[in-house]
């Protein structure tokens, strides 16, 4: 399995996170399912601390070492 680890930086009213988050498929991903992978976390995120919460940062890439 291929692990890759998503690192969202957020802020809001009185809110400043940073989110990691996990993803494992058993291929690399392409251009367009990493995209795809972009827009369902934020969607997420959105969900879960309100529409008002603005993403400051973002990146997703393959943990070599699998850890």
Same mark, same amino acid.
Do not use: Q, W
């Given at each position: +399995?291929?692990? %890759?680890?998503?690192?969202? $930086?957020?802020q809001?009213?009185? /809110?400043?996170?940073?989110i990691?988050? =996990? /993803? %494992? $498929?058993?291929?690399? +991903? #392409?251009?367009e =399912? /990493?995209?795809?992978? =972009? $827009? +369902? /976390?934020? #969607?997420?995120?959105?969900?879960?601390?309100? =529409?008002?919460?603005?993403?400051?940062?973002?990146?997703?890439g393959?943990?070599?070492?699998?850890?």
């Open positions: +399995m291929i692990k %890759y680890v998503a690192t969202v $930086k957020i809001g009213f009185e /809110l400043s996170r940073t990691k988050s =996990e /993803l %494992y $498929k058993p291929y690399y +991903m #392409t251009d =399912e /990493l995209e795809e992978a =972009e $827009k +369902m /976390l934020k #969607t997420d995120l959105k969900k879960i601390f309100g =529409e008002d919460i603005e993403i400051v940062g973002y990146h997703i393959v943990c070599e070492n699998g850890k």
